[in-house]
């Protein structure tokens, strides 16, 4: 028994390799890719249409949008839309917009839900009310660079590409949960793009940033047709590449700010993001185990304890450990450019263990909770509303 599983522990320890080989493969792919920054002179610049969901306020939320005002773009308008008018997080654009009265910008609201996902009904409705082609949507808990919009939109100059999106960086600035999230984020969720864009392309979009024709919308029949589903990003680039269009992984990289600061609250959003991809991509996601590198160096460390070969156990555990810092370093420094780098290269393996934890907790049933409500989970990631939640229960998972 032992020894199956120091074997175990062993094979985990290949794959891991293999898939570190991969997104290293995948890197250099990729920054062989990268365009020079398009100059403001003569670059590509079609009116754009930014796309602002929003529910209820956040820390610093003012700071994050006011991001998308001071653009170094000749021509764009800014749609925020959230469930009610009187919502906080609209109320914090509505400050931010009075102070870029030149931006046009507009507030909507949608009543009660079209869709299950609330989400989705809101991008249905600023997708009527926009005035350009190009539609950039991005999350509510993002920060971006002045030249955000330049470059994102600079793809769309060939006709072939129908969307894009971007890799992202964690930032987190305090707590070590968040940290560790955060590192999760600049690593795991890039080392994960990297590969899939290497072996079949990009055929999939990540939710912080999608921009995407107004052509390949009416094609795939509006927003809505994402409204049953969880993963609304990974559903919009796969609609688009299904119509042939080409989904491109932009060099333009963003912060996706890290709200959870406790354990349990951030256990609760890693936890829930993988039980959404567990039943989007099932197949894909049961192969992730095999991409984990630090449990199975545990695995096989103990087991050599065991087996009374202690010099062999320690020998792999550190590999594990190095395999895992490594990949971080590439990870986050040539893909992310990661700001703490040295701090994201000492976590990651912390990082990939309790990676390993959420996969497996993502397997213990089909609920989760969202923006104070819970969903039950099907086959495709469609959601299915369960019950109603009290107020206490509405605040918990807001927090998460």
Known sequence: MIRILFDLGLFGLVT?????????????????????????ATAFSPAVSLLKPLDGTEP?????????????????????????????????????????????????STGEDTYINAKVSSLELMYGAARHNIFIVSDSDVRVARYYIREVVAPFADEKVGAVTCLYRGVADRGLWSKLEAAGMSVEMTSGVLTA???EGMKFALGPTMAV??????????????????????????????????VVLSHHVIDHIILNLSFAASLRHQTRWMKSTRFSRPLGHLGT??????????????????????VLGLSLLVYSIVNRMVLAALAGWLAVQERHLLRTVLLYPIRDFLGLCCWAASYGGSTIHWRGRRYRLSRGGLMHPVGSQSADEREHALST
Do not use: W
């Open 16 to 40: 891991s390799t293999i898939f570190a080989i991969l997104v290293l493969a995948g890197l250099l792919r990729f920054l062989r890719q990268r365009q020079p920054a398009p100059s403001p």
């Open 60 to 108: 610093d939320l003012e700071a994050h949008l006011e991001s998308f005002f001071d653009q170094d773009y000749p021509q764009f308008e800014i749609l925020f839309c959230a469930r009610s008018a009187a919502d906080p997080g609209l109320e914090a654009a509505r400050r931010v917009a009075a102070r870029y009265p030149k931006i046009p910008t507009r507030f909507l």
């Open 197 to 199: 864009n290497l072996l």
């Open 213 to 246: 024709r107004r052509s390949c919308v009416q094609a795939m029949g509006g927003f809505g047709v994402l409204g049953p589903y969880c993963s609304d990003d990974f559903l919009l680039g796969a609609k688009v590449a299904e119509q042939g269009e080409t």
């Open 289 to 310: 185990a095999l991409t984990f590198s630090v449990p199975f160096g545990i695995l096989a460390c103990l087991a050599g304890f065991v087996m009374h070969r202690p």
